[in-house]
């Protein structure tokens, strides 16, 4: 599975854009960029995921470079709500038994 | 739909002590995995079940047993827990074969001491 590097952590103001970045540049031609989110002593949530066009849905959008190398998680107006540890993976579709989250980059919205 | 939930939410063991964490979904979902997070670390896979009927390794699977009862139930079962266990658990289930789209349960805090 392709390694991925986040930054720990990054601060957004609320009400404006906040822009998570994910590096993967061992990523395979057929694995697919996932991300999800874990608020403070929850569950983690499956927010997005992407082959190699960019997807949105009604949380977020995920945008992935042409190369595949990086892709960018975009929540358009961030609430403190929003305020939770992101985590990007990158893994082929069917084989979650490899499943393992990183340490993920904590994103703070300040008010 | 209550989606996937945990029992207990909290638990203290001692040493040698053992017990089952219980995990049920409602989603009819196929596989169910289950997890461990350290305080301030990302999960780790311990054991997973793509399928009613068969049950895999994760990355940490020592120290712990599973059991998929039918479709609904994943339990994860410490036979002799020690104090390295103590962690937060988290049951997730997944609609297709080891898909890595995965819902996840609330989570289990054991402490063992």
């Known amino acids: 599975d392709a390694k991925t590097t986040q930054p720990p952590s990054m601060d957004c103001a609320e009400g404006r854009a906040a822009n998570l970045p994910c590096n993967h540049s061992?990523?395979?031609?057929?694995?697919?960029v996932y991300w999800y989110r874990q608020i403070h002593s929850q569950g983690p949530q499956y927010i997005i995921h992407?082959?190699?066009n960019n997807e949105t849905n009604e949380m977020a959008s995920l945008i992935i470079t042409e190369d595949r190398k990086s892709s960018t998680l975009i929540l358009p107006h961030a609430t403190l709500r929003d305020t939770a540890v992101y985590y990007c993976i990158v893994r082929v579709n069917t084989n979650a038994g490899k499943s393992t989250f990183g340490d993920g980059t904590t994103l703070t919205v300040k008010p | 739909n209550a989606g996937v939930t945990q029992t207990p939410k909290f638990q203290v063991l001692k040493t040698g002590q053992s017990m089952t964490l219980q995990c049920a979904q409602d989603?009819?979902?196929?596989?169910m995995y289950w997890y461990r997070q350290d305080p301030g670390m990302g999960l780790r896979l311990i054991y997973y079940?793509?399928?009613?009927?068969?049950?895999d390794k994760g990355e940490v699977p020592n120290g712990y047993n599973v059991s998929r009862l039918n479709k609904r139930e994943f339990s994860l079962r410490l036979e002799s827990a020690a104090p390295s266990q103590t962690s937060v658990y988290f049951c997730?289930?997944?609609?297709?074969?080891?898909?890595?789209?995965?819902?996840f349960g609330p989570g289990t805090r054991l402490l063992v001491l």
């Open positions: 997730a289930s997944s609609p297709r074969p080891i898909q890595e789209t995965q819902y």
């Open positions: 061992t990523i395979s031609g057929n694995e697919y």
């Open positions: 079940s793509a399928s009613e009927g068969t049950t």
């Open positions: 989603m009819n979902h196929n596989s």
């Open positions: 992407g082959l190699k």
